[in-house]
């Protein structure tokens, strides 16, 4: 027996090791990152379901007006509430985050609450908070980051142990019997030839949960932009809301505004994210900052940013599905399904394997 044959070579023990970790970890941490997934896979069709869950929020023309803004915002910023997104075709409400997580929909005629949700009562908002922080606030996310992590490493070792020497194609087989080498065969074939798109998934996952170091990371190889927020500057006036969002809509041509930052009671500075034309982020990365009285202060193009930057703003686009249309949302839907099949075809070959049925 040559030594790269021995069982003690350095190589067999590396990959009994691997084997052993791949299982076990698999076993433990995929089951979390199955579950994970799988609420990813629902929440990429998040606006539709609110849709279909609530039609009474769909039965309106996506108009902002001024007038319904003032209203909204002199009634609600009391109780919280810190941005809105504008009436757009997809949600032609207003729709309000609030201080304490929960949302509000309002109505673009008259600004009267349509309806109120929240992670308690929303079985949709539920699972975005399984999805973000496993329910469990900023503790729940550093949990969620360190099986992210374990997964990241649970795909590559798979892929490791995987590798043929010789005719790959013959190893992307599925096989249909028996049934310890049908598991075997589906469960690495699978997660070959899906591994490009769930690698991708499960890192820009974990780049959203360390978002600071990710940033900080990119920024320093490939280029980074600090835009400072112009000072805010005290005023006893009520913005001009119709002014204000006649001249934000002008202010960067081509792109679409779709959140204002509610300001403080007194704050003369108001604050809004839009689309620009190339932005793949649903909200948009750009910015647009303007005094109560509607005169521009500040317009940031995110797209002239440098690619560090711009490759920190596309890790959220890429995780939720919404660069290049229907067919990668799909396959993003898809892939929050894989680590699920994984977990189960891995569980079924270490059964059979060790002759239980």
């Given at each position: 027996m040559t030594a790269s044959a021995s069982p003690r070579s350095p190589r067999r023990r590396l990959r009994a090791a691997l084997s052993w970790l791949h299982l076990w970890c698999g076993l433990v941490v995929g089951s979390v990152f199955a579950l994970v997934a799988l609420a990813g896979t629902v929440l990429v069709f998040h606006v539709e379901l609110l849709r279909l869950q609530h039609p009474q929020i769909t039965a309106h023309q996506p108009v902002a007006d001024g007038r319904v803004l003032a209203r909204i915002v002199e009634e609600w910023r009391p109780h919280g509430l810190r941005s809105l997104d504008l009436p757009r075709t997809e949600l032609p409400v207003w729709q309000g985050y609030f201080e304490d997580g929960h949302r509000g929909y309002f109505s673009p005629e008259?600004?009267?609450?349509?309806?109120?949700?929240?992670?308690?009562?929303?079985?949709?908002?539920?699972?975005?908070?399984?999805?973000?922080?496993?329910?469990?606030?900023?503790?729940?996310?550093?949990?969620?980051?360190?099986?992210?992590?374990?997964?990241?490493?649970?795909?590559?070792?798979?892929?490791?142990?995987?590798?043929?020497?010789?005719?790959?194609?013959?190893?992307?087989?599925?096989?249909?019997?028996?049934?310890?080498?049908?598991?075997?065969?589906?469960?690495?074939?699978?997660?070959?030839?899906l591994l490009p798109l769930v690698l991708l998934i499960a890192l820009t996952g974990v780049g959203m949960v360390y978002s600071q170091g990710f940033r900080t990371a990119l920024t320093a190889l490939f280029g980074g932009a600090t835009h400072d927020t112009p000072l805010a500057v005290g005023t006893a006036h009520a913005p001009d809301w119709s002014r204000v969002l006649g001249e934000v809509q002008a202010a960067l041509p081509g792109a679409q505004v779709n959140r204002l930052s509610v300001p403080t009671r007194g704050d003369g500075i108001v604050g809004f994210r839009a689309r620009a034309p190339g932005e793949w982020h649903p909200v948009g990365r750009s910015e647009i900052h303007l005094d109560a009285t509607g005169s521009i202060l500040q317009v940031v193009d995110a797209t002239a940013d440098p690619l560090g930057t711009r490759m920190h703003q596309a890790i959220y686009p890429l995780h939720i599905g919404a660069v290049g249309g229907w067919l990668y949302r799909i396959a993003v839907a898809i892939s929050g399904l894989v680590p699920a099949f994984l977990l189960c075809t891995g569980f079924l070959f270490w059964r059979r394997r060790r002759g239980k049925h």
């Open positions: 008259d600004g009267s609450l349509l309806l109120a949700r929240s992670h308690r009562d929303d079985w949709l908002l539920w699972l975005h908070e399984l999805h973000v922080e496993l329910l469990g606030g900023e503790a729940g996310k550093e949990v969620l980051g360190i099986a992210g992590w374990i997964a990241l490493g649970l795909l590559l070792t798979g892929l490791y142990l995987w590798w043929p020497k010789r005719n790959w194609l013959a190893q992307l087989k599925f096989h249909a019997g028996p049934p310890t080498r049908r598991w075997l065969s589906w469960h690495r074939s699978s997660g070959v030839v």
